[in-house]
């Protein structure tokens, strides 16, 4: 297609040029475009070679190209490192430790802490100051239950057993503080505040003691 685009303009040429009597036909009879014609032959034949050498070259190199490539990426003279221990070993030193994953759970309840401590003093009616109370146990509560998990996960069953024990005396322990506070108040709008308050205390306290099982 482009020699035929190409000698069709070529052959519009000496129409224009003959026209403004710039070109007279030569006496051999030899076309007028015959010129170009050949430049564009010749110039196919050159490409035409070109990629008959590309491809020779090409299926010449093949089996040397892989070669170098294996070489170069995949050959260890020294031989292969050994990539999973090296990663295994990277990870490992960059596991936190259980201390490290429980103080950081804590430093995240006590940030929240903070942000609820903004919403009680902000608080305008006894039902906002219950809520907030509510939410502050329910936080501390959250934490301690996450807490726990890391410790059921890493410690042997024997410190569990002792733990659960222990537990459950707490919980107990808990209960009838958060009844003796709301008793103080019973039947006023602020016992729902009271009780909550005095069950994040405890909840938190005991959160920082299972803390210390992991050290």
Known sequence: MRKIKIIMA?????????????????DDGTKAGSGIEKIVESDED??????????????????????????????????A??????????????QPSLSDEIAAEISYAEEREKEISEKQ???????DMNITAAEMYQMWDDTLNIVWGL????????DMEVLRKEEKEWIAFKDAEVQAAGQECEGG??????????????????VY??????K
């Open 46 to 79: 050159s490409q035409a070679a070109q990629n008959t050498s590309a491809a020779g070259n090409s299926e010449g190199h093949t089996g040397s190209d892989k070669g170098d490539s294996a070489g170069d990426v995949y050959s260890f003279p020294d031989g």
């Open 10 to 26: 070529v052959g519009a040429i000496p129409f224009v040029l003959s026209s403004c009597g710039q070109i007279e036909k030569p």
């Open 81 to 94: 490192p050994d990539e999973s221990a090296a990663g295994q070993a990277g990870n490992a030193a960059f």
């Open 189 to 206: 709008s602020i016992q729902p505040s009271v009780e909550a308050s005095r069950a994040a205390d405890l909840t938190k306290a005991r």
């Open 121 to 127: 003093k902000a608080a305008d009616t006894q039902m």
């Open 151 to 158: 410790l059921e996960a890493n410690l042997n069953e024997a």
């Open 209 to 214: 003691e299972l803390a210390e099982y992991a």
